[in-house]
């Protein structure tokens, strides 16, 4: 790790004053993510500009009846807060799906968002990586790609998003609230996180003088019909190879409205509303099911180690499709998927 | 603020109040082992992936490799030191001998402190629930059905 300097942000004004004074700096919140890159090399800011102590840690109601997450509430808090378990239990899941206890303790709401792809050529500073070094190169292309994108990919990246997280906050039609110099705003979900493009190393759309404050959740949380499931090389505490979360609202059993997103297939969540139209009006069984994953996945495209994602996610839509449906979502703790 | 700076810091480490003075990227693990003498805190991985650093901040267990010292200022930091009381082990650390719940031990701190804060949060009941609340602490002795033994019989006695 480098030498840094080190300051508290007194408040959000403080921060963004801060941050907006020296490029090379960096905000840290719980720094799980941050901490590790610094060891690898991999992130060297000239400052850590610590903003954990600021009060954006409370979960309250919006106006619309929605709920707001303050950009510092721990993951373990958010996923175990009686409104989110309640109310929006497809985000509650997704949060346990990921990391471990002692990370979700600590890493922050906003972090989620802003973590880096954990793609082995972004942390190996020996090999070029665009994202690490624009213009160096992808050495993923044509290396071990077996956990990478099969679905946004660009010549210069096929990293994938690492969050589980996101993935609800996608299928729920979140929305982010960011401060900066220049006031407030509010980004859509689908537009916080960027497609690599030619420019891998711009993950999200935040301005470098901007903070993360709080997601707002809209009211409906799918929490009769929802499921969130996550295949991944060991049952818990690794990264997804696919993972699929889903919100159904049914009449009868007529499809009213659905949500479907996924994860560890590309940059960013995977949502996708040509599939979710597949689905709407139509009957909750399998051939919809199968409709909507093709759907889905029509662009998929594989890399020489990850042909076997596009089946995979395939049977993942239309196993946790089925589950959401019938109203028994993938347990967290009992990994057999039924 | 000169690069070299250190900052002040105060931290009631296992009931001790104590006034220190560290380098910013100095992390609350390094801070324990190197400049405190604590070594019961083990590093395994050192980037958050296997659970040996874990202590418990305010009560809660966290990764102690990757939290910076300075972020912890003025929290109350307990390590597997602080557990036992008037030379009484702490349940856990009693259930992990009744149970021989450890091979080498060198993950067995981390093992200890992220029980303690495992029976504390109260999520789990079931020996499942207890291995998936438990996945963030790899014993490569594979001593796990003795480590979820050990941690059934502390909870029966919470």
Redesign the interface.
Known sequence: MINFQYVRARDVADAVRLISADPAAKFIAGGTNLIDLMKEDVERPSHLIDISRLPLKTIEKTEENGLRIGALVPNSDVAYHLQVAQRYPMLASAILAGASPQLRNVASTGGNLLQRTRCPYFYDRATPCNKREAGSGCSAVTGLNRMHAILGTSGACIATHPSDMCVALAALGATVQVAGLTGERTIAFPDFHRLPGDTPQRETTLEPNEIVTAIALPPQGFAANYSYLKIRDRLSYAFALVSVAVGLELEGDRIKEARLALGGVAHKPWRDPTAETALQGQAADRATFTRAADVLLRDAKAFQHNAFKIGLAHRAVVRALTQAANGTPQSQSNKKIA | ?S??AK?PLSLTINGAEMNLSV???T?LLDLLREHLDLTGTKKGC???QC?AC?VLVEG????SC???A??QDGTRVTTVEGLATDGVLHALQQAFIDHDAFQCGYCTPGQIC?AV??IT?G?AS?A??I???????ICRCGAYPNIVGAIQQAMRQS
């Open positions: 603020m690069i070299s900052i380098a910013p990227w992390s050192d980037h958050g659970g874990t809660r267990r966290i990764n990757l939290t910076l300075v972020m992220s804060g495992l949060e999520k079931s499942e629930e291995r998936e609340l438990m996945s963030g602490n």
